[in-house]
């Protein structure tokens, strides 16, 4: 349970963090909160030559209005989001699912953009900023860009960040007024989901059912058309088969999918 051997490195400023990235090419790790970096290089899963704390950096810290826009930075804690008033007021969808990442202590130091850059198909917030059409922006040695939510999560632990490249906030539409419902099935209380539901207006998101959040589109046509929630929850796994593992079979996933999308549906305001 003994990390191999790598250098440390704590730059102050985007530019010096994507400038190491660049110079280490495949063999850095960004590491912010820790929580999800640090127990795979316990078990040697992960081992980088190098590790790029952004801690330091405090243009990635904070949740600010840029327009019709949320902008949170990509090392604001998950403690931060959850207890947020301007997004419980505009994007409530994601302080309610930040609140139920892990327990205070992983809550307190994890971070949001540390858990969407590592893409764990289990995970909270992957799902949830599907749901609320966010974007997300990328720096890298070319410079800026953004990627839609919908494309930003390639595989489990994949994703469109490229190595010499730096996740740096997440930019989300206000969607004060708007119906939403997130749903979550666990074994014991601060567990991840065996399946997540999160729904924003029309837009209907899984976990747990594939390698990357699931966009249930069947659903989203059924619910354009007028179909009641009841008989649309029950094409969430339309076009999908949830794999098993140790904590459930596919088949049980299959069902909590319908069950919990119909409980997220109600939630949202669809009847």
Do not use: C
């Not at 191999?4 to 960004?30: G, N």
């Not at 059409?133 to 489990?156: K, L, N, Q, S, W």
């Not at 354009?224 to 794999?243: E, I, M, N, Q, Y």
């Amino acid at each position: 349970m003994i990390p191999a051997p790598f250098d440390y490195q704590r730059p102050t400023t985007v530019a010096d963090a994507v400038r190491l990235l660049a110079e280490s090419a495949d063999e850095a790790k960004v590491i912010a909160g820790g929580h999800s970096l640090l127990p795979m290089m316990k078990l040697r899963f992960a081992q980088p030559a190098v590790l790029v704390d952004i801690g330091d950096i405090g243009e990635l810290r904070g949740i600010t209005t840029s327009g019709d826009r949320i902008v949170i930075g990509a090392t604001s804690t998950h403690a931060t989001v959850a207890g947020s008033a301007l997004l419980a007021e505009r994007v409530p969808l994601l302080a309610h699912a930040a609140s139920l990442v892990g327990d205070p202590q992983v809550r307190h130091r994890g971070t949001i953009g540390g858990s969407l850059a590592h893409s764990d198909p289990a995970a909270d917030l992957p799902v949830a900023v599907v749901a609320a059409d966010a974007t997300m922006v990328i720096v890298g040695p070319t410079g800026r860009r953004e990627v839609p939510a919908d494309d930003f999560f390639r595989g489990p632990f994949e994703t469109a960040v490229e190595p010499d490249e730096l996740l740096v906030a997440i930019s989300l539409p206000a969607a004060t007024g708007t119906g939403w419902g997130y749903e979550k099935f666990t074994q014991r209380a601060n567990d991840w989901g065996i399946v997540t539901v999160a729904v924003s207006g029309e837009r209907v998101v899984l976990g747990g059912v594939a390698g990357v959040p699931w966009r249930a589109g069947a659903v989203e046509d059924a619910l354009r058309s007028g179909t009641p929630a009841d008989r649309a929850a029950a094409l969430a796994t339309d076009g999908v088969t949830p794999a098993g593992d140790i904590r459930a079979d596919g088949r049980y996933r299959q069902h909590l999918a319908v069950v919990l999308t119909e409980r997220a549906l109600r939630a949202a305001g669809h009847h």
